[in-house]
């Protein structure tokens, strides 16, 4: 089966400048997330939703961070205005949900979006 | 938030030695699950542990997880150079919320 594809890759942008990065998941996975990994930490959730429903997304900064899953299948993640310490890889991840069955919920993740504000 | 305590941070090996690491928290998980993740990827699953005391391998790797579900463990068997790369654990809760460690760098010494 095809991965979770993202892009752009890389992007370099000026503080204050907007971006926007792009998720397609694994076809059939009806949950997505959004993670923010900075340089030497482990990956932080900023958003996740089930379908197109947001189940969680209490670390998002609302005030600059937007993301969207229309249809219930790619999403797309929003800065504006970016901020020196948005500086990080943006992962995206996908995973099946089969209700509470024991292992139903093990996350595949793409290659990430490596942001750099200047 | 909350977070996982994974040690070691870093390692420094020679080819061939066997390896261990391990998360622990103070917090009980349903599911454990061990990631590794390599320069410019994301992470990518090696591990995945559904009960207390399961003990699973996937080639030279062998995982755990801790009878308590507080803790899990990662060997890695006669490391070679293709094994550098950060090694993630994360705990999910019966809600599915996952709750990931800082990653241990595993380095080949030359």
């Known amino acids: 089966e095809a991965g979770v594809a993202q892009s752009p890759r890389y992007k370099i942008i000026e503080k204050r400048q907007s971006v926007a990065f792009w998720c397609n998941p694994i076809?059939?996975?009806?949950?997505l997330y959004w993670y923010q990994q900075i340089l030497g930490q482990g990956p932080k959730l900023l958003i996740q939703f089930q379908n197109n429903g947001v189940v969680d997304d209490s670390q998002l900064p609302k005030d600059r961070f937007s993301a969207e899953r229309l249809k219930g299948v790619d999403s797309t993640l929003k800065i504006q205005p970016a901020k020196l310490e948005d500086s990080a890889v943006y992962l995206c991840?996908?995973?099946?949900?089969?209700?509470?069955?024991?292992?139903?919920?093990?996350?595949?993740f793409g290659a990430g979006s490596r942001l750099t504000v200047l | 938030g909350q977070q996982l305590n994974q040690s070691p941070q870093s390692m420094f090996i020679q080819e061939g030695e066997d390896v261990s690491m391990n998360c622990t928290s103070s917090s009980i998980f349903n599911t454990w699950l061990w990631y590794k993740q390599e320069p410019g990827e994301g992470p990518v699953l090696l591990i995945a542990l559904y009960k207390a005391g399961e003990l699973t391998s996937n080639g030279r790797l062998t995982a755990q997880f801790g009878i308590t579900r507080k803790d899990s463990f990662l060997n890695i068997s006669a490391s070679i150079p293709s094994d550098v790369g950060i090694y993630f654990c994360a705990g999910q809760y019966s809600n599915y919320q996952l709750i990931w460690g800082a990653g241990t760098k595993l380095i080949i010494k030359p």
């Open positions: 076809s059939g996975h009806a949950t």
């Open positions: 991840a996908s995973s099946p949900f089969r209700g509470p069955i024991s292992g139903a919920n093990v996350l595949t």
